[in-house]
């Protein structure tokens, strides 16, 4: 039987066949989806976690890409439609772990009623979004994340809408878990992915990445390594900050952190006790 060698030690959970991946050279994604890969492989060294039990849903958008490339069990569904999907998964089977990736469009934007109503809720997923500030994969249209005043593709004098706050959102309903980190700080996504991988109920995590090719363009960073700096500059963690301090200004800065973690039944475990009463 041919043995499989590994050049990188990721190599292994990702579909090999598929890479290299669409991303453009110098987009924050890969940092991203390494990061998760490392924590995975972490739960899944110790035991913790059975990679047949594991599937990744992601809408469209190159976030969302992110399940075509990881070598599990994974759908790849419609835009902003990952959240309902996941939840069908996990109601019909309690046993999977379900990961759901997406941008902020897919996610906040034409996904964001079912974002609110999942954390509500509590439902027992993961949905981690990568917040770009743009729809990235069709041209870097304006999306609820978009800083007011920059100019995009379709808000050619300056974004004239307030942006959406998702940590605050998420925070003020029923989440056990809140969390923000960026490309800029891997061990950040790895040290809460891998603490989310091993909570129950909904827990939400957002990245903050960068997409040179387009918000770049945006916002005249369009060197990538120039852009990862710039946020780099402008990211500061904090060990356990308010849910004001979830405010983002790119000139005051982005906090990152764990805004919330708590310990509240999980909807799987309060439809299973509301069912044994019956
Ligand atoms: C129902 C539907 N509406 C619109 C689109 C077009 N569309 C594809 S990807 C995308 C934007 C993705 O942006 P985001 O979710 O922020 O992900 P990113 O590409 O920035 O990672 C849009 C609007 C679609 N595929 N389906
Ligand atoms: S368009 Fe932006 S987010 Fe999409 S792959 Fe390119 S750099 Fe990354």
Redesign the pocket.
């Known amino acids: 039987m041919a043995v499989a060698t590994f050049l990188h030690p990721l190599d292994k959970h990702l579909r090999l066949d598929r890479i290299p991946t669409l991303y453009c050279p110098g987009c924050g994604?890969g940092i991203g989806l390494a990061a998760m890969l490392r924590a995975l492989d972490k739960r899944i060294e110790e035991g913790t976690i059975e990679p047949d039990k594991v599937l990744w849903i992601g809408?469209?958008?190159?976030?969302?890409r992110m399940v075509f490339y990881v070598n599990y069990d994974a759908a790849h569904v419609?835009?902003?439609r990952s959240i309902p999907f996941a939840t069908g998964v996990v109601l019909a089977n309690p046993n999977i772990k379900a990961i759901v990736v997406?941008?902020?469009?897919?996610?906040a934007?034409?996904g964001g009623n079912h974002l609110l109503h999942a954390a509500r809720r509590n439902i027992d997923l993961i949905v981690v979004m990568?917040t770009?500030f743009?729809?990235?994969?069709?041209g870097g249209?304006v999306?609820p994340t978009t800083p007011r005043g920059v100019k995009t593709t379709t808000t050619p004098y300056g974004n004239p809408e307030y942006p959406m706050n998702v940590i605050k959102l998420v925070s003020s309903l029923n989440a056990n878990y809140v969390a923000r980190t960026s490309i800029t700080t891997p061990h950040y996504i790895e040290q809460y992915f891998y603490k989310a991988l091993g909570m129950k109920g909904f827990r939400f995590i957002e990245v903050i990445s960068t997409?040179p090719e387009v918000y770049g363009r945006h916002i005249g960073l369009r060197n990538p390594v120039e852009m990862y700096i710039e946020l780099k500059k402008r990211v500061k963690y904090k060990p356990r900050p308010s849910i004001e301090e979830a405010e983002i200004d790119w000139n005051e800065g982005i906090v990152i952190g764990e805004f919330i973690e708590r310990n509240n039944p999980s909807y799987l475990e309060i439809i299973k006790g509301e069912l044994s009463e019956v």
């Open positions: 994604l809408g469209i958008g190159c976030s969302a419609i835009h902003g997406g941008g902020d469009g897919d996610i934007g034409i990568f770009n743009v729809y990235a994969m069709t249209q999306a997409c």
